[in-house]
């Protein structure tokens, strides 16, 4: 198959998803809201250990509760958040020890991200929240670690802003590095 045969659908969605920061106050149907979550259901992960759990806020008092974890205006805008929580006691860890929670969670996550952006809502990766006010605003148990905040809306712009990435050179290797 010539490079020129292949499906471009899957491109055009890498292309499109982006990091929504304002979104119209339409809610999320929560059926829509669980065909996103199925995607991450389905996700690859170490040795299948599956090792997240998924928070799904679209109620005004406990939205409230978890937007106060990541203190930005724009935020305000988003009619649901889903919080993606890490188990690392379920997580394949390596021989040299290293946890692969981050690595099955991101993964996931990323799945939720172009599924709605298949679905036509927005997005956003959120880390740089507090997380230990988010855990008891959630009432997260000991063990299970909250990894990161998406808010999920319709975005408020039809407008994809343009992508800013290294050039392919920087960033692939063709064999060894020098
Ligand atoms: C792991 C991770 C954490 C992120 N945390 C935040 C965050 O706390 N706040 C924020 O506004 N954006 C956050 N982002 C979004 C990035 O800034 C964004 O993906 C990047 O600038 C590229 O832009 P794009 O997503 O629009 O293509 C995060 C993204 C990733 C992958």
């Known amino acids: ?6 499906n471009n659908t899957f491109s055009d969605l890498v292309s499109q998803r982006y990091s929504c920061r304002e979104y119209l106050p339409t809610s999320v149907d929560r059926e829509v809201m669980a065909q996103v ?3 991450a259901r ?9 090792p997240w759990r998924f928070v799904v806020v679209d109620e005004p008092e406990l939205l409230a509760a978890v937007k106060r974890c990541y203190d930005r205006a724009w935020l305000e805008s988003a009619p649901a958040v889903i919080v993606a929580c890490g188990v690392h006691d379920e997580a394949w860890h390596r021989a ?3 946890d692969h929670t981050d690595v099955d969670l991101s993964i996931a996550i990323e799945h939720i ?8 809502l927005g997005t956003c990766w959120i880390c740089n929240f ?3 006010q988010l855990a008891e605003a959630l009432n997260i148990p000991a063990g299970i670690e909250p ?5 999920i809306g319709y975005p408020a712009s039809s407008q994809v802003p343009e992508k800013k990435r290294k050039n392919m050179e920087e960033v692939v290797q063709w064999g060894r590095f020098q």
């Open 42 to 50: 389905l996700a690859p992960s170490a040795c299948n250990r599956q």
């Open 96 to 98: 040299d020890g290293k």
């Open 37 to 39: 979550l199925e995607t």
């Open 130 to 132: 507090e997380v230990a």
């Open 1 to 6: 198959m010539g490079a020129d045969n292949h």
């Open 113 to 120: 991200c172009l599924a709605a952006t298949s679905m036509g």
């Open 147 to 151: 990894i990161a905040i998406i808010p």
